[in-house]
């Protein structure tokens, strides 16, 4: 990508002229740890050679999903061979929660279990083994209470782990009464589990004078440390929480870690050893939370040409038995009801309903892929009843520039490019000549049909809690040259820990391979938000880049003043500094008053060391201009936009529901890109895990409350042969950010994530062909073969029939 106006990339205007430093920003880097991940050198917390002494820590599950604890009998669980102790709720020394927000997330249950496979106890013993069998071998007297598992049933009940919350604009019923043309229907789209490579793990180690340090598996370290020192009854400055990088995480890791962390610091409080807990596959897919799921019911009106005059929404989603962070997840997906579109008149109405299931948490895209899911499903549904094109009706509802800008909330879209990335991307893609070869093919085709479908994405970039959206960082030279750097964010593969080095090497000029960034550590950089909500690059590379900043004003000063020029002669390029005259890199050392030089960055380093020049220095950075009011939930919650577009061909088997994505092509905006090889691989990852969540990953429950898909063997996530045959990837060459992001760039992590709608509304297209396009499917999410087979029954039934609650 060739950035252009260098003034806003505070990148010399002349750069090319002179040396590039190995590594800068812009440049398609490798991962930092790529080569140990693919030769198995890159150590996770269970690679970590074990102290002497460690204790290996399992938990016991209930076996209700709504009961009040009679009895439990842990004699056979403590006789077992191998078991050093066993904790219960009793055990904690401190506070028995580890809720991040709200405290109704117990460590232990004690009296009343509220889901199945929530923590009773756990087991410490010499090793994994001993304690895992151990585990099982718990005694537990249950007295059966009314279970709510889904949330008709939570709906019914009045059920709520939080009030309901309400946005509004316009006059949504006089819109809709008057309105040419009215629809409205309901849709559901499945949870999603994390199912990350590495799973839930704490190596809890007890210091001395009282203090612990855990190794966690954690996207929030800070947060962690709170949830340790909280449930050990300690100040925060007792608990030190390190992560040098995860397995993945995907949201899962953000505030659930602080329960496994918990557990193993008071194992090794009480015995005085080291105690690691890493969960198994099974444990963790039934004691950690997933996607929300929501059913979605909606009426809408507009007019002739498919414009949308009014849209109410009612977003009902399963929180589980505790609030985690439903309210901003439920929140955010009030915010992207709008996705792309324009909605005059609104009416958003949020049910954050309670149910005995494991308590939903974040999971990428934090609320956001959830409301855009329903908003396309009413664009999608217009379209087929006017018989037109749903990329047209798409299109005419799309955000302007300068009118129709402002979102249900409130924030002004002032930097809308999705016009024309759907004008790039469907003239690329030859969408209308395939959309009309398709339906050609179709007519032909009694056994396969195919679907397409171009969709957009809108997302919101920073934290909907404005007080996250801020970052630290620390940052150290050597008297030889190298740089050691720590920051707040965390490192589960996404590459940040390579882009934040980057910018760096940017502003200091060195090679990136001089530059080392360590371990997230509460010791180093305090209070640090979550890595999450997309923003890992955007706050801690500004902090770090304040922090490089201060170093080299302070080299700066020094240099001018020890060799007599004015600062401005003193120039950082490509691992030299050039003073005076030598701009060109011809200039000497003679360390002379005023004459022209050029050192090497590490000589200037060196100095200024024996010069008493402070070489370390502390970065932060707050997002400006945000601000939102979360009880009348309006404002300007998110610092800018990022946006895409894609499009999915797909072929689905009428006989035996199963699907097929056979291309997709992508146009995805990331503005000036900090490397753009680890942020093509975010879109294509974003966009394959999306669709997973969309056609394959289904949760499944028992009447009895017991999730039944708690392993590989039972829950489908896309494999290789499930990436489409034809996938074209771009990022936008003139991708540029109008506000003061870092070098100008968008964040990655989330918004691609949501493109994979477009597979999800081929598969409807496909669905509509086998009723000869005569109906809207009426489709839920997963669209797993079960699910299209239903569908297509349920749209062969209605044939010509309108769709149900249609009005002329």
Same mark, same amino acid.
């Given at each position: 990508?060739?950035?252009?106006?260098?003034?806003?990339?505070?990148?010399? #205007?002349?750069?090319?002229?002179?040396?590039?430093?190995?590594?800068?920003?812009?440049?398609?880097?490798?991962?930092?740890?790529?080569?140990?991940?693919?030769?198995?050198?890159?150590?996770?917390?269970?690679?970590?050679?074990?102290?002497?002494?460690?204790?290996?820590?399992?938990?016991?599950?209930?076996?209700?999903?709504?009961?009040?604890?009679?009895?439990?009998?842990?004699?056979?669980?403590?006789? #077992?061979?191998?078991?050093?102790?066993?904790?219960?709720?009793?055990?904690?020394?401190?506070?028995?929660?580890?809720?991040?927000?709200?405290?109704?997330?117990?460590?232990?249950? +004690?009296?009343?279990?509220?889901?199945?496979?929530?923590?009773?106890?756990?087991?410490?013993?010499?090793?994994? %083994?001993?304690?895992?069998?151990?585990?099982?071998?718990?005694?537990?007297?249950?007295?059966?209470?009314?279970?709510?598992?889904?949330?008709?049933?939570?709906?019914?009940?009045?059920?709520?782990?939080?009030?309901? *919350?309400?946005?509004?604009?316009?006059?949504?019923?006089?819109?809709?009464?008057?309105?040419?043309?009215?629809?409205?229907?309901?849709?559901?789209?499945?949870?999603?589990?994390?199912?990350?490579?590495?799973?839930?793990?704490?190596?809890?180690?007890?210091?001395?004078?009282?203090?612990?340090?855990?190794?966690?598996?954690?996207?929030?370290?800070?947060?962690?440390?709170?949830?340790?020192?909280? *449930?050990?009854?300690?100040?925060?400055?007792?608990?030190?929480?390190?992560?040098?990088?995860?397995?993945?995480?995907?949201?899962?890791?953000?505030?659930?870690?602080?329960?496994?962390?918990?557990?193993?610091?008071?194992?090794?409080?009480?015995? &005085? %050893?080291?105690?690691?807990?890493?969960?198994? %596959?099974?444990?963790?897919?039934?004691?950690? &939370?997933?996607?929300?799921?929501?059913?979605?019911?909606?009426?809408?009106?507009?007019?002739?040409?498919?414009?949308?005059?009014?849209?109410?929404?009612?977003?009902?989603?399963?929180?589980?038995?505790?609030?985690?962070?439903?309210?901003?997840?439920?929140?955010?997906?009030?915010?992207?009801?709008?996705?792309?579109? $324009?909605?005059?008149?609104?009416?958003?109405?949020?049910?954050?309903?309670?149910?005995?299931?494991?308590?939903?948490?974040?999971?990428?895209?934090?609320?956001?892929?959830?409301?855009?899911?329903?908003?396309?499903?009413?664009?999608?549904?217009?379209?087929?009843?006017?018989?037109?094109?749903?990329?047209?009706?798409?299109?005419?509802?799309?955000?302007?520039?300068?009118?129709?800008?402002?979102?249900? $909330?409130?924030?002004?879209?002032?930097?809308?490019?999705?016009?024309?990335?759907?004008?790039?991307?469907?003239?690329?893609?030859?969408?209308?000549?395939?959309?009309?070869?398709?339906?050609?093919?179709?007519?032909?085709?009694?056994?396969?049909?195919?679907?397409?479908?171009?969709?957009?994405?809108?997302?919101?970039?920073?934290?909907?809690?404005?007080?996250?959206?801020?970052?630290?960082?620390?940052?150290?030279?050597?008297?030889?040259?190298?740089?050691?750097?720590?920051?707040?964010?965390?490192?589960?593969?996404?590459?940040?820990?390579?882009?934040?080095?980057?910018?760096?090497?940017?502003?200091?000029?060195?090679?990136?391979?001089?530059?080392?960034?360590?371990?997230?550590?509460?010791?180093?950089?305090?209070?640090?938000?979550?890595?999450?909500?997309?923003?890992?690059?955007?706050?801690?590379?500004?902090?770090?880049?304040?922090?490089?900043?201060?170093?080299? *004003?302070?080299?700066?000063?020094?240099?001018?003043?020890?060799?007599?020029?004015?600062?401005?002669?003193?120039?950082?390029?490509?691992?030299?500094?050039?003073?005076?005259?030598?701009?060109?890199?011809?200039?000497?050392?003679?360390?002379?008053?005023?004459?022209?030089?050029?050192?090497?960055?590490?000589?200037?380093?060196?100095?200024?060391?024996?010069?008493?020049?402070?070489? +370390?220095?502390?970065?932060?950075?707050?997002?400006?201009?945000?601000?939102?009011?979360?009880?009348?939930?309006?404002?300007?919650?998110?610092?800018?936009?990022?946006?895409?577009?894609?499009?999915?061909?797909?072929?689905?088997?009428?006989?035996?529901?199963?699907?097929?994505?056979?291309?997709?092509?992508?146009?995805?905006?990331?503005?000036?890109?900090?490397?753009?090889?680890?942020?093509?691989?975010?879109?294509?990852?974003?966009?394959?895990?999306?669709?997973?969540?969309?056609?394959?990953?289904?949760?499944?429950?028992?009447?009895?409350?017991?999730?039944?898909?708690?392993?590989? +063997?039972?829950?489908?996530?896309?494999?290789?042969?499930?990436?489409?045959?034809?996938?074209?990837?771009?990022?936008?060459?003139?991708?540029?950010? *109008?506000?003061? +992001?870092?070098?100008?760039?968008?964040?990655?992590?989330?918004?691609?994530?949501?493109?994979?709608?477009?597979?999800?509304?081929?598969?409807?297209?496909?669905?509509?062909?086998?009723?000869?396009?005569?109906?809207?499917?009426?489709?839920?999410?997963?669209?797993?073969?079960?699910?299209?087979?239903?569908?297509?029954?349920?749209?062969?039934?209605?044939?010509?029939?309108?769709?149900?609650?249609?009005?002329?």
């Amino acid at each position: 990508m060739q950035p252009s106006e260098a003034v806003d990339l505070a990148i010399p #205007a002349d750069r090319a002229a002179v040396p590039a430093v190995q590594g800068a920003v812009g440049s398609g880097l490798a991962h930092e740890s790529a080569v140990l991940h693919v030769t198995g050198g890159a150590a996770y917390i269970d690679d970590q050679p074990e102290l002497r002494g460690t204790l290996h820590a399992a938990i016991g599950l209930a076996s209700a999903a709504h009961a009040r604890i009679r009895r439990i009998d842990l004699a056979a669980v403590r006789a #077992a061979p191998g078991v050093v102790a066993v904790l219960d709720a009793a055990s904690v020394p401190g506070l028995n929660d580890f809720g991040p927000v709200v405290h109704d997330d117990p460590i232990f249950a +004690s009296d009343e279990v509220q889901f199945h496979g929530q923590a009773l106890f756990a087991v410490l013993a010499e090793d994994m %083994r001993a304690a895992r069998h151990a585990a099982r071998l718990a005694e537990v007297d249950y007295e059966a209470l009314p279970a709510l598992l889904d949330v008709d049933q939570a709906l019914a009940a009045g059920s709520r782990v939080l009030p309901d *919350a309400q946005l509004r604009r316009g006059e949504p019923e006089a819109a809709l009464a008057a309105a040419p043309h009215r629809l409205a229907g309901s849709v559901r789209h499945g949870g999603q589990d994390h199912f990350y490579l590495e799973t839930h793990i704490a190596y809890a180690i007890p210091q001395e004078d009282g203090t612990t340090r855990v190794h966690s598996s954690s996207q929030h370290p800070g947060e962690v440390q709170l949830q340790v020192a909280h *449930a050990l009854g300690v100040d925060a400055k007792d608990v030190v929480v390190e992560c040098r990088r995860m397995g993945g995480g995907f949201g899962g890791k953000e505030s659930q870690p602080g329960q496994i962390a918990a557990i193993a610091a008071i194992g090794a409080r009480l015995t &005085g %050893r080291p105690v690691k807990l890493r969960l198994d %596959r099974d444990d963790d897919m039934v004691l950690t &939370g997933k996607r929300h799921d929501f059913r979605i019911d909606w009426e809408a009106g507009f007019d002739d040409d498919g414009r949308l005059l009014a849209v109410r929404f009612m977003q009902a989603t399963r929180a589980g038995y505790s609030a985690d962070l439903t309210g901003a997840i439920a929140d955010r997906a009030m915010f992207h009801a709008d996705n792309a579109y $324009y909605l005059e008149h609104v009416d958003i109405l949020s049910h954050r309903c309670k149910t005995h299931t494991v308590s939903n948490t974040a999971f990428r895209g934090f609320g956001g892929p959830q409301g855009l899911f329903g908003i396309e499903e009413v664009i999608d549904a217009v379209a087929r009843h006017l018989d037109l094109d749903p990329l047209a009706v798409r299109k005419r509802n799309y955000y302007g520039l300068g009118e129709r800008d402002l979102t249900p $909330y409130g924030q002004k879209v002032e930097d809308n490019v999705i016009a024309e990335l759907t004008a790039e991307l469907e003239a690329d893609c030859d969408y209308a000549a395939r959309r009309a070869a398709l339906r050609a093919w179709n007519a032909a085709s009694p056994v396969i049909k195919r679907g397409i479908a171009l969709t957009p994405v809108k997302f919101g970039i920073s934290f909907t809690a404005t007080h996250l959206n801020q970052a630290g960082a620390l940052l150290h030279v050597y008297t030889d040259g190298t740089v050691l750097l720590n920051h707040g964010g965390t490192e589960m593969g996404q590459g940040l820990f390579t882009k934040v080095a980057q910018v760096v090497a940017e502003e200091l000029q060195i090679d990136v391979s001089h530059i080392r960034v360590t371990a997230s550590d509460t010791s180093k950089v305090p209070n640090a938000s979550a890595t999450a909500a997309s923003s890992g690059a955007d706050l801690n590379g500004k902090a770090a880049q304040q922090a490089a900043r201060k170093i080299k *004003a302070r080299l700066t000063e020094f240099a001018a003043a020890r060799y007599g020029v004015r600062e401005d002669q003193v120039v950082f390029r490509a691992n030299r500094v050039h003073i005076g005259n030598a701009g060109n890199g011809n200039g000497t050392a003679t360390g002379k008053p005023g004459a022209p030089l050029s050192l090497s960055f590490a000589e200037l380093a060196k100095q200024a060391w024996m010069g008493r020049i402070s070489l +370390s220095a502390t970065g932060y950075y707050r997002t400006p201009k945000i601000a939102y009011d979360r009880e009348t939930l309006s404002g300007r919650p998110f610092y800018y936009y990022a946006y895409g577009v894609a499009c999915s061909e797909v072929a689905i088997d009428t006989l035996t529901g199963e699907s097929r994505v056979l291309r997709t092509d992508i146009l995805h905006d990331v503005g000036r890109s900090l490397n753009p090889a680890i942020d093509l691989g975010q879109v294509e990852g974003g966009f394959i895990q999306g669709m997973g969540w969309l056609t394959s990953e289904e949760l499944c429950w028992s009447a009895d409350g017991r999730l039944t898909t708690h392993a590989p +063997s039972t829950y489908k996530i896309p494999a290789v042969s499930d990436v489409p045959e034809i996938f074209n990837v771009r990022l936008w060459e003139r991708g540029f950010n *109008a506000e003061d +992001s870092i070098f100008r760039s968008k964040a990655v992590g989330e918004p691609p994530f949501m493109l994979a709608l477009s597979v999800w509304h081929a598969i409807k297209d496909a669905v509509a062909a086998a009723a000869d396009y005569r109906v809207t499917p009426q489709l839920n999410a997963p669209a797993t073969p079960e699910e299209i087979l239903r569908s297509l029954t349920e749209a062969r039934q209605r044939d010509v029939e309108p769709p149900a609650g249609a009005t002329a």
